[in-house]
């Protein structure tokens, strides 16, 4: 950020009054222009022991394979950006369930928010930012072809508690750390359940 | 936004190609200008029976009371935002528990995290945005005098559970809703749990 959105003029970085952070304000005008994390909305769609997954059309992780979710919009809660972004990814009509993994990306600003999700219909198709949507059973999963850890970690879980049915919300952190050349990523998952 | 915050141009309000909402897009750079919601974190910091309240130093609701809790910042996962908020608010340590209350707020654009939290000590006092600091009984709690929606409904059902024990994450929507003449508020409230 370089200029102030509001009036035009440069802006600086310095600690307002009353603040303990480094914010862009104006010059000019006084703003300030807060920055904060964003949130990603998603499902997991399920049809029979089936879940559909879309391999993506662009950047980043173009080519591979990742669960319906994108950026919450404004004028929407959580459950809608969800079944919208499932819509606009793969034109896959879905009731959207329970939140099941909520995770937290502070390296890259990002809260993913994950929800279970039954699919209504089968006349899905790719969206524009996909290349292919397709069903995949336990087996079928393209482990080693998913764009996002998010998405791993949750297929992981989702997978592993299939059998005996959980349905809690798990949170969990993945934070890269720098080891001694190379960041390392480190995955912490909370049961959020009594 | 009236100016590009990367070049200082003018910005126009149109749909970028392949988008389907309105964006500030640079007539100079082409920079496309997103905005997207932002999530507030905050405690329900619990001391034996009683839980602590804020009596707000600034606006909005300058004198009403509330949780600990402000916007989640850059590099943050959401119960470290939780924690910094109680601190800098109360002066106050916690350990933070699990999620418990997840509001949507379209009207504003904001997505409530309120966490279960134990006070560590009673060493609290109030931080510079607070003018009061205090444990209440549930008898005590000022119902009439909560600065927010969110706070009122978390603290509602926080207290119709308690007896009983219930560790869930309630999930809810707290929707404006244009009626005849006024704005009327509609809660939803989802129990996410099997």
Redesign the interface.
């Known amino acids: ?8 003029a ?2 600086s970085l310095l600690v307002p009054p ?1 603040d ?2 480094e914010r ?1 304000v104006c010059s000019a005008c006084g703003t300030i ?7 990603v909305v998603g499902c997991i769609p399920e049809w029979e022991d089936k879940i559909l997954l879309c391999r993506r059309a662009i950047q980043p992780r173009q080519g591979l394979w990742t669960l319906p979710a994108g ?10 950006g969800a079944a919208r972004e499932t819509l ?1 990814e793969a034109n896959a009509r879905v009731e959207v369930g ?2 099941y993994s ?1 995770f ?1 990306l ?2 890259i ?1 990002q ?1 993913y928010m994950l929800f279970r999700a039954r699919l209504l219909d089968l006349e899905f198709s790719p969206g ?1 930012e996909s290349l292919e949507v397709a069903l995949f059973e336990e087996g079928e999963i393209p482990w080693e072809l998913l764009a996002f850890q998010t998405v791993r970690e949750t297929l992981k879980l989702y997978f592993r508690d299939r059998p005996g ?5 798990y ?1 969990g ?1 993945i ?1 890269r750390e720098w080891g001694a050349d190379e960041p390392r990523v480190r995955v912490t998952i ?1 049961e ?3």
């Open positions: 950020m370089n200029y102030c959105s509001d009036c035009g440069p802006v009353g303990n952070r862009h222009h807060y920055q904060n994390p964003k949130v950026f919450m919009e404004r004028g929407e809660t959580t459950r809608e606009e329970q939140l909520l937290n502070p390296h600003d809260v524009e049915g959980h349905r809690g919300l949170s952190d934070v909370h959020e359940r009594g």
